[in-house]
């Protein structure tokens, strides 16, 4: 049955109403995108760009995502214009390459504050707390770092101080003494303090008898040393008893003094008492003051005489140091005594710095003096006084070092302290003051560190692990630490680095979350504009809209495509019979012996076609008598609908034959659109719309002919939605049975 005008329209309409509806829903869901990357942008800029001045910010965000939405829409059709133009390819790549440019531009500006809106959105509540952790840990890191640097350059003074003061020792040793060989009887000097019981006999008694067996029983240089060292403790000693024993005087005679005014009173109330008074208890409380006054007149008296030995102690004590030179602070026994009491000091679990340097400076001076002193001497001893000197110098400066390590060693200790009571601060305001005060107090203390230097160094009394604590540290990489924390974490930034931050952090997941959704929001509508244009660009390009100023089909680029697909001469779709043959002759020919072979297409293939036949064969389609295959008939081009064999008895079914129009394929139907003016019959239509003609499966062959060019391609009818056809003639053969269309036949118009 034949279809009449309504129902062809309505047709046409049902086939496009889906790609119409979808193109659409995909049109809607690329604004929606649009208007939520707009406020996102917008937002954005308007914290980190144009603060104050939410205008500007909306309307630049309204210009981009204007600019976005257009490329999103129209960018690939723009870029395959701008190629097929026929100009010079560098120009055209140019072209291309800014406009690409300016697409990344917009879409950056976009995305990236969309981002950092959307970051800060998630991050709300949370980056605060998170900063002060970070800031935390940087802080913990350099601290821990900076105290293990710390203790163990400590350790590495110690060890060098003390070898240091061991070698000036051995040094002090070779220096001339001063001591004289003096007679004395040292038997009388023992009996004189042997039965005497006072504090200053026991410490005369040690003295005597070193002296006796370093100058009578043993002579020698240690055992004169020994007494030197002897003499001057019992120095010390008797000087600090002396002044104990002064004290403890003074205090009986404060005592004694208050004892006679207690008892000058009690006498005076006792002569004034009457006859009836009862003195009894006055008389008691005499008695036992008066015993008191006793007893502090008798400790008086033994005080005073400890005073006079301890006087006399120290007196003697004077003679010895004179004979022994040791009154003299420029001699080697002053120096060497120096020397020890520095070791002493040092090996003590916390050493007095101030003592040592004290100790440090006033054996330097003495060595200066002795130094002038042995001018006129011999060279030795002025070479050992100069040794002496130069080492004591880098015993100086080593002192002032560990001194300044000591120092900082006991702050850094404090901050380690200060960690405990540290806590997160729910005020952004306030623990940013308070962070920003430790990390300025960590960074004077590390600048304060004495460096390390390798190359003169001697670590072998430290570990392993501590010398790569020492040869690791790096001061100034630690405060560029810490400064990179106060500019991360602590300062206000702009745009960019807000977002870098974000994303470089340790807590980088929200970040990252917040960068896919901001790109989703551009990119979706390049990917679904993308979609909707390709479908778009398909149905302008072939003409289907009916419009003149439509671009018209390259043929060429066409045929290039397809050949990728399938071989020249060859075709990858099944061909099945038809209720004719036909035949496309190309018009080439030659001649033998009568017998005339034109070039042809069959199914797509090129062959010869031995013709027997009175009149010549021009360029077209041949319907090939199945009885003499070497006769055929041009095909009269003149429009016929195809008729299907079930659609009813009043016509007989026939190929259909489509002059000068438009050939596509939608969804599995077959559509064709005439030219206005063309010779088709459809012409004559107010509207030139495509309209349906049956359904086709998708692979069913068509054969494409291009006359100007003498090529011809097979491609599958679903290619036809890609590339529709403009078409001069074509010719759709049916099966034997007539009920399906089962082969195409296409002279192209180009």
């Not at 939405?69 to 870029?79: D, E, I």
């Not at 005073?307 to 140091?321: C, E, P």
């Not at 069959?602 to 027997?612: D, F, L, M, S």
Request: net charge negative; glycine share 6%; aromatic share 8%.
């Amino acid at each position: 049955m034949k279809m009449d005008k309504r129902n062809i329209e309505n047709t046409a309409k049902t086939v496009g109403a889906g790609e119409k509806s979808g193109s659409q829903l995909l049109q809607f869901a690329v604004i929606c995108l649009a208007i939520a990357s707009f406020f996102t942008t917008a937002q954005g800029m308007r914290s980190y760009i144009f603060n104050g001045e939410p205008t500007i910010a909306y309307m630049t965000s309204g210009a981009i995502q204007g600019i976005l939405l257009a490329l999103s829409m129209n960018l690939p059709r723009f870029m395959r214009r701008i190629w097929n133009e026929k100009s010079n390819v560098f120009i055209k790549a140019i072209i291309e390459i800014v406009l690409l440019i300016l697409t990344g531009i917009s879409l950056f500006c976009s995305s990236w504050f969309s981002y950092v809106y959307i970051a800060e959105t998630v991050h709300k509540g949370s980056w605060d707390t998170d900063s002060e952790l970070l800031v935390q840990q940087i802080y913990r890191n350099e601290l821990y770092d900076a105290s293990d640097y710390s203790k163990a350059y400590r350790t590495y003074l110690e060890a060098e101080l003390g070898q240091e003061i061991l070698n000036l020792q051995s040094l002090a040793n070779q220096l001339p003494t001063q001591a004289s060989d003096f007679n004395m009887d040292w038997e009388s000097e023992q009996q004189q303090y042997a039965s005497d019981n006072t504090v200053a006999s026991s410490y005369m008694t040690t003295a005597i008898n070193q002296l006796k067996l370093a100058f009578e029983t043993a002579p020698s240089q240690e055992n004169r040393d020994l007494a030197e060292q002897a003499v001057t403790e019992a120095q010390k000693n008797i000087e600090v008893a002396l002044k104990n024993e002064q004290t403890r005087l003074g205090d009986v005679r404060k005592d004694l003094s208050t004892y006679n005014d207690q008892i000058s009173n009690l006498n005076q109330q006792i002569r004034n008492a009457t006859t009836q008074a009862e003195i009894t208890s006055l008389q008691e409380t005499l008695r036992s003051y008066q015993e008191t006054q006793s007893t502090a007149a008798a400790q008086q008296q033994t005080i005073q005489q400890e005073i006079s030995a301890l006087q006399n102690a120290q007196g003697r004590l004077n003679v010895y140091a004179v004979n022994l030179g040791l009154s003299n602070s420029t001699s080697s026994i002053s120096i060497k005594r120096n020397l020890l009491e520095m070791q002493t000091e040092l090996f003590k679990d916390d050493p007095d710095v101030d003592s040592l340097r004290n100790l440090a400076t006033e054996t330097f001076s003495n060595l200066r003096n002795a130094e002038s002193l042995s001018a006129g001497s011999e060279g030795e001893n002025s070479l050992s006084y100069n040794d002496l000197l130069t080492r004591m110098n880098t015993l100086v400066l080593n002192l002032n070092d560990y001194a300044s390590i000591k120092s900082i060693e006991t702050t850094l200790n404090d901050l380690t302290n200060g960690l405990q009571r540290a806590t997160t601060s729910t005020s952004n305001t306030k623990w940013k003051s308070v962070w920003q005060t430790r990390i300025e107090n960590l960074k004077a203390q590390i600048s304060a560190l004495p460096t390390f230097v390798t190359s003169s160094a001697d670590v072998s009394e430290i570990t392993e692990s501590q010398q790569r604590i020492l040869t690791g540290f790096d001061r100034t990489e630690s405060c560029a630490n810490l400064d990179n924390a106060t500019r991360r974490y602590i300062n206000d930034h702009n745009a960019l680095e807000q977002g870098t931050i974000y994303l470089t952090s340790p807590y980088k997941g929200l970040a990252l979350f917040a960068l896919v959704l901001a790109f989703f929001l551009d990119l979706s509508g390049f990917v679904f504009g993308v979609v909707d244009l390709g479908a778009k660009e398909n149905k302008n390009d072939s003409g289907i809209s009916g419009n003149n100023d439509r671009e018209t089909i390259d043929v060429p680029k066409i045929f290039k495509s397809m050949k990728e697909k399938v071989g020249e001469n060859e075709s990858q779709w099944s061909i099945r019979p038809t209720a004719n043959s036909y035949k496309v002759v190309t018009g080439n020919f030659r001649c033998e012996d009568g017998v005339y072979y034109y070039g042809v297409f069959e199914n797509g293939i090129h062959k010869e076609w031995e013709v027997v036949d009175d009149h010549a064969y021009r360029e077209g389609i041949y319907l090939v008598d199945n009885v003499a295959a070497r006769k055929g008939v041009a095909l009269s081009e003149k429009h016929q609908d195809v008729i299907f064999s079930n659609q009813g008895f009043e016509k007989m079914p026939q190929d259909g034959v489509y002059l000068n129009g438009t050939l596509s394929y939608h969804e599995g139907s077959l559509l064709f659109e005439a030219e206005v003016g063309g010779k088709s019959h459809k012409s004559t239509e107010s509207s030139a719309s495509p309209y349906y003609i049956a359904n086709v499966e998708e692979y069913v062959p068509v054969h494409c002919y291009a006359p100007k060019r003498g090529e011809n391609i097979t491609q599958p009818a679903i290619d036809l939605a890609k590339f529709p056809m403009k078409v001069r003639v074509a010719v759709l053969a049916l099966n034997p049975d007539c009920t399906r269309i089962v082969a195409m036949y296409l002279i192209l118009r180009e």
